[in-house]
């Protein structure tokens, strides 16, 4: 069954503390891979897409790689703007995408 | 240019009652997608429509449905609500089928759904 995970459920980091996010995937026939960031009372806000192992992507202060079996979304020096839930999906052979539940990010100022 | 329009925002029903929800996708955009999210589930596909024919659905019952009109908006309906069904319903739209060709989908705001 295709599956998507992502680690942490919340994390909560002093404003320039640098960390990063993992969303680990099992998927038949992968064709993408696709990070969003949502505001509270907001629909998800695309910021990347990645097609092959050893991509990468950058962003401002986000830099997101992925590998044959996870993602890992890089956050370096943020801010508390960056403050949101970020939602990793990837898109099967069938079509359809499957989001993970997100991990919940706090900047502290 | 406008983004996606999803209406009503917000909506109260009771158990048994149906509701429809109404989704314009950004002009030129031919693929609606639905999506419905809560605490526990997350983000869950509901079906996607292009063209005005329905490409994929996923693992929702038959009391889920949906539909897409020539002008490429859509609406979907929930019938015999439960009380399960409370939940944020998002839309997105695309110009090509699935995610097009970068994987961006556009996400309205969301009908917020509260069923008593």
């Known amino acids: 069954e295709d599956q998507v995970t992502q680690s942490p459920e919340a994390l909560r980091l002093q404003e320039g503390e640098s960390s990063s996010l993992n969303c680990s995937y099992t998927?038949?026939?992968?064709?993408?891979l696709f990070w969003y960031r949502q505001d509270p009372g907001k629909g998800p806000e695309f910021l990347f897409t990645?097609?092959?192992a050893g991509e990468e992507k950058e962003k401002e202060r986000l830099k997101a790689t992925l590998t044959k079996k996870e993602s890992f979304l890089h956050i370096t020096a943020p801010k508390p703007e960056d403050s949101a839930t970020y939602l990793c999906?990837?898109?099967?052979?069938?079509?359809?995408?499957?989001f993970g539940k997100g991990t919940r990010l706090h900047i502290l100022p | 240019k406008a983004g996606v329009t999803q209406t009503p925002r917000y909506l109260i029903k009771t158990r048994g009652q149906q509701v429809t929800l109404s989704c314009s996708p950004i002009?030129?955009?031919?693929?609606v997608s639905w999506y419905q999210q809560t605490p526990g589930q997350g983000l869950q596909f509901l079906f996607e429509?292009?063209?005005?024919?329905?490409?994929n659905k996923g693992n929702f019952p038959g009391r889920f449905s949906g539909r897409q009109f020539s002008n490429s908006r859509s609406e979907m309906n929930v019938s015999t609500l439960e009380l399960g069904d409370s939940a944020l319903y998002l839309c997105?739209?695309?110009?090509?089928?699935?995610?097009?060709?970068?994987?961006?989908?556009?996400f309205g705001e969301g009908s917020r759904l509260t069923v008593l």
């Open positions: 997105a739209s695309s110009s090509l089928p699935g995610t097009g060709s970068t994987g961006e989908l556009f």
């Open positions: 998927v038949s026939g992968l064709r993408g």
């Open positions: 990645l097609y092959s």
């Open positions: 999906a990837v898109q099967a052979g069938d079509d359809k995408i499957i």
């Open positions: 002009s030129g955009h031919r693929s």
């Open positions: 429509y292009f063209s005005e024919t329905q490409r």
